[in-house]
């Protein structure tokens, strides 16, 4: 599997979770709907990267990030008809590895990319993406391909 | 009602990629229920066993949340629009794969102090960082961390390579030798162009090119009683790398005194041993050795050899026990000797237990301060003791004046193969006492070995059974040195 990202959209989205830093970052990745999107080996060419406020409790904000469902709900509804939708999410590690997290796997839904910056000491430094595995049990990385 | 759910991609797989399904309901309830019906995998997706909402999804009801509405029975109008919303969370573990397990030195790392990683050094140590007992937060530790590594020789090669690979924040070496040829077969701190060098000049060039982020602290001096407590006393961990016995007691007093771990190695011709000495925490070295042997009784690897590659083994596992207690990480090797017979190639680990009567770190103890280690050691005797010794300048003038003496060389066959004085008689110290038949009482008797030691030995037991004897200070290594270069040093 492999997630294409335009290199402005990586800059960006690095750029917010180092300014979210020591908190997590989030937010919702637009692409649009490739016909096998869910099912191994598929592609996804990201078109846009909306910032989320990271809406979980403020002492946690560090380790734990939760998007409000009224923008998740916002979005679909303007993109619907559009070919376009919701495909996957972006969100931060500080200082700890891009590797997504037990927390990351109970919360996970099937298809989404699910794209971590890893953010050391205030600087965004190195980026995973994954996917859950089919039976729920684990994610699988899937190729990050900067574009353009 | 006729109203639409709306799904998220992710479950499209579902409806066969459908987007939207059309149904009739006069409640969200009944709408799921047809939903279901027609794609009965949705169920388990959306609800639990007992027929509730999972956490983690949402039900929007046009713009609004059915659960700020009337939940799953929130009546639906003719084109109303029920919009399936995945709750988005995640985030890192509650307790980040990063931190150790418990910080043994609680300074390091979470000091005010604590350096931060610059972008060459999260590259440099990456191996490291990805790692869960170490990660960012204990690769910092090991970056603010002071170790200080006694003797840059055999153990101290590979401990201060490793350690400054390993990005340690300050190292310290103490040594005052210079490199010679014999100490490159195991010695890869230094190089064939050092020989005749300072051992710390040369380490510092080798380790700075290593890791130009490491400080490097040199101490060109003997650890003594006198500056022991000085030196050691800002360093977080100590390696003991010594090879005598004077040196490893300072060292370990030293540290009970100061509270400090000791990673400390020593290795003897095919055998080598390890451990971790932290009288805090367990037994300290005089636990496991009360008093040190009888000064010759045991060789020192110049007197005794050591197989090259001994140190490398040892070394590195002083470094990795010195990392452990940095991070916090698994099991230090504390309580616990680690033997190694390297011909066997057999590894043994017993326990030590701290002893209650240790004379430093018992219960009562009677060493408050650092001793005389050399007196304490045997090496260096009272004047009354102490057998009559000449040096190598009087022993070659006395060769010179033809003066009727017996030149006696108590090493090993082996050594006198390599480098003897013209005209010495051959009895290793071993077998001297079973010899003695074959000297005359009446003779002088001038005894050598390699350094010194074991011919000291040899003397007290010839004047005890009533012989002259008299000792050559510094043994034919000295004669090497000052008198005649053409004799090899080995």
Redesign the interface.
């Known amino acids: 599997m492999t997630l294409k990202i335009p290199r402005s959209l990586i800059e960006q989205v690095f750029s917010d979770s180092e300014k979210a830093y020591p908190e997590?970052s989030?937010g919702l990745l637009i692409a649009e709907?490739p016909?096998d999107?869910?099912?191994p080996g598929r592609t996804l060419a990201v078109l846009e990267a909306r910032a989320a406020t990271n809406q979980?409790d403020a002492s946690?904000r560090?380790?734990?990030?939760?998007?409000d469902?009224?923008l998740?709900?916002?979005v679909?509804?303007e993109l619907?008809?559009s070919g376009r939708?919701?495909?996957g999410?972006y969100?931060s590690?500080?200082?700890?590895?891009a590797?997504?997290?037990?927390?990351?796997l109970e919360?996970?839904?099937?298809?989404?990319s699910?794209w971590i910056v890893s953010v050391?000491?205030g600087?965004a430094?190195d980026s995973r993406s994954w996917v859950r595995s089919e039976d729920g049990r684990g994610f699988i990385e899937e190729a990050v391909v900067e574009e353009g | 009602m006729s109203v639409q759910v709306r799904l998220p991609a992710a479950l499209r797989t579902f409806t066969g990629g459908q987007e939207t399904v059309a149904l009739e309901g006069r409640t969200v309830a009944e709408a799921l229920d047809g939903l279901f019906a027609r794609h009965p995998a949705l169920r388990r997706q959306l609800l639990n066993e007992s027929g509730k909402l999972r956490n983690f999804v949402n039900l929007y009801l046009n713009d609004d949340d059915t659960r700020d509405l009337k939940g799953l029975s929130t009546p639906v109008k003719d084109g109303d629009v029920i919009l399936i919303v995945p709750a988005i969370a995640g985030g890192a573990d509650a307790t980040p794969p990063c931190a150790p397990s418990g910080d043994a030195l609680g300074r390091m790392g979470g000091g005010a102090d604590a350096r931060d990683l610059t972008q060459e050094e999260l590259l440099r140590y990456n191996r490291h960082i990805i790692m869960p007992e170490v990660g960012l937060a204990g690769q910092k530790k090991i970056s603010n961390a002071r170790v200080l590594c006694i003797g840059a020789g055999g153990l101290g090669s590979p401990l201060s390579l490793y350690l400054a690979a390993a990005g340690i924040g300050k190292l310290g070496l103490v040594d005052f030798d210079a490199v010679e040829a014999s100490n490159l077969q195991r010695q890869i701190l230094h190089s064939t162009a050092w020989v005749g060098r300072s051992k710390l000049e040369s380490a510092r060039e080798r380790l700075k090119a290593l890791n130009p982020n490491v400080d490097i602290e040199l101490h060109e001096a003997r650890l003594t009683a006198a500056n022991a407590l000085e030196i050691l006393k800002d360093y977080d961990v100590i390696a003991d790398g010594t090879d005598n016995f004077p040196t490893r007691y300072l060292v370990n007093d030293a540290c009970v005194l100061l509270g400090k771990p000791n990673a400390y190695g020593s290795v003897f011709r095919f055998e080598g041993q390890a451990s971790v000495f932290w009288a805090q925490r367990g037994p300290c070295y005089r636990c496991l050795y009360h008093e040190p042997p009888p000064p010759g009784l045991v060789p020192s690897c110049a007197e005794g050899g050591v197989l090259g590659v001994l140190p490398g083994v040892i070394g590195t596992i002083q470094a990795i026990e010195t990392l452990k207690i940095i991070l916090g990480a698994g099991r230090p090797l504390i309580g616990r000797l680690l033997l190694l017979d390297a011909l066997a190639m057999e590894w043994r680990t017993v326990n030590l237990k701290k002893n209650p009567d240790c004379p430093i770190c018992g219960k009562s103890p009677t060493i408050k301060s650092l001793i005389d280690y050399e007196a304490f050691c045997g090496v260096k005797q009272s004047p009354a003791a102490a057998p009559p010794e000449i040096a190598v300048e009087d022993l070659k003038a006395m060769l010179d004046r033809r003066e009727s003496f017996v030149l006696l060389d108590v090493r090993e066959p082996h050594e006198y193969e390599l480098a003897a004085i013209a005209g010495s008689k051959l009895i290793p110290l071993g077998q001297l006492a079973a010899r003695l038949g074959e000297l005359d009482k009446s003779a002088k008797y001038v005894v050598h070995c390699k350094m010194g030691g074991r011919s000291a030995k040899a003397v007290k037991l010839l004047r005890e059974k009533g012989f002259d004897a008299t000792n050559v200070a510094g043994g034919i290594d000295a004669w090497s040195r000052r008198i005649d270069p053409t004799v090899p040093t080995y």
Request: proline residues 12%; hydrophobic residues 35%.
């Open positions: 997590e989030c709907l016909g999107f869910g099912r979980f946690a560090g380790r734990r990030y939760q998007i469902p009224r998740f709900a916002k679909e509804s619907s008809g939708a919701i495909a999410f969100h590690h500080p200082d700890v590895p590797w997504p997290s037990p927390f990351d919360a996970a839904w099937p298809g989404y699910y050391r000491s600087k430094c």
